[in-house]
Structure formats: C-alpha cells, structure tokens
C-alpha cells in the first residue's frame, strides 16, 4: 500500500495495518473450500437436487406399491377417465364397504411396482389412466363392487388384476365378481344344512310310523 503524503507516519501505519487484515481475511475465505457459485450454478445445483430428491421419491412409492401388491388377496385395475368427480367418489365408497380401496397412481410407478414383484402380465395392463383396487382380506366384494358400478357407468372398464397371486384378464375378474359373496353363500349352506336335517327328520319320522304300524 502506497503511504499518503497528507496522512502523518501514524495514520499510514494504521492504513497498513488495515489492509494486511483484510487481505488475511480474504486468504482465509479462500483458503477454507469455501465456493462462491454464480446464479446460474446456484439454479443447477438446485434443479439437480431436486431431481435426486424426485428419483428418491420414486423409489420409495415403487417399493411401497409392489409390497401392497404382494399383500393384497386381489388387485383390480380400470379405467376411470370420464368420470366425474361425484361419481368417482361414490365408487371409493362402494369400494372401501366392500373391504378394499381405490389409489390412483402413474402408470410407470404402478407398472415397474407390478414387474419388481413379478406380475409382468399385470404391467402390460397398465396402459392409459387407470385406478387400482388393492383388498388384503377380501376377494369377492372389491371385485363384486367395481363391476356393479361399471354396469352402471360405462366409462368405467375393467382391464384385469391379480387374484390370489395369479395375473387374471378382466373377464376373469367380472366372473369373480358374478359369484356369490361370502355371507351369501354361508347363508346358501345354512340353508342346505337345515334342508337336509328336515329331510332327515321326515324320513325318520316316516320309518317310526311304519314300525307303529306293523306292530
């Protein structure tokens, strides 16, 4: 630093001073790995964090789907498009009674979930916007539910799922729907046991009436 000619021996040994600080200062900034990014690096930086932050994301929903895949006694994909948003609610509804649940998910999430849990025939299903039902209990009910409400709207097609680990195509699904659901049919065996005791009443009844009678 130049000394000032107007300025006394003192003040310009302050300005030195001064200036060696700084300068210190500056080396240290520099020396500590600090980088200084401009604004169109501070944008990349943040667009690519953002796309890891995405990839994770993903995984994560993959993962997650093809785990409720491997969890679910039936799955159910159909397409919805077309519906509106009153109607679409009142299905979930339907669905949900009927022990299941309706999730809308993009087509590459759903369909990698399919693959990684070896449903690749599912996966080829997944074309265009579809809704997947997922029950972890029940089979018939889902099934029985999105085929009574799609007679009704038409918008609604049933393209095929999973039953009990097994790819099935929707005609597959609409037989399961069209069969009797579970409470029917314990009381369509209730009904055949009380039949067959009745008749095996009748006819016992009838073999001690014979007997009276011949003696």
């Known amino acids: 630093i130049l000394a000032d000619v107007n300025k006394g021996p003192l003040e310009n040994a ?73 109607k679409f609610e009142t299905l979930r509804r339907d669905v949900r009674k009927a022990g299941g649940e309706i999730v809308v998910l993009k087509n590459n999430i759903s369909r990698r979930a399919a693959v990684a849990s070896g449903h690749e025939a599912f996966a080829s299903q997944l074309t265009g916007p579809k809704a997947i039902v997922f029950s972890g209990n029940e089979i018939v009910a889902p099934a029985k539910a999105v085929y009574e409400f799609a007679k009704k709207n038409d918008v609604v097609k049933i393209s095929g799922g999973i039953v009990e680990g097994a790819d099935v195509d929707g005609a597959k699904i609409a037989e399961l729907a069209t069969l009797p659901s579970y409470e029917t049919l314990l009381t369509q065996l209730a009904a055949g046991m009380l039949g067959t005791v009745s008749q095996l009443a009748v006819g016992l009844q009838q073999i001690i009436e014979q007997l009276e009678a011949n003696n």
């Open 14 to 86: 302050r300005s030195e001073v001064r200036h060696n600080n700084l300068n210190d200062k500056v080396d240290l900034r520099l020396g500590s790995g600090i980088e200084v990014l401009n604004e169109n690096e501070v944008d990349a930086q943040v667009a690519k964090t953002e796309r890891m932050t995405s990839l994770k994301q993903k995984e994560v929903a993959v993962n997650e789907t093809a785990k409720r895949i491997a969890d679910s006694k039936v799955v159910i994909a159909f397409d919805y498009q077309g519906l509106t948003v009153e």
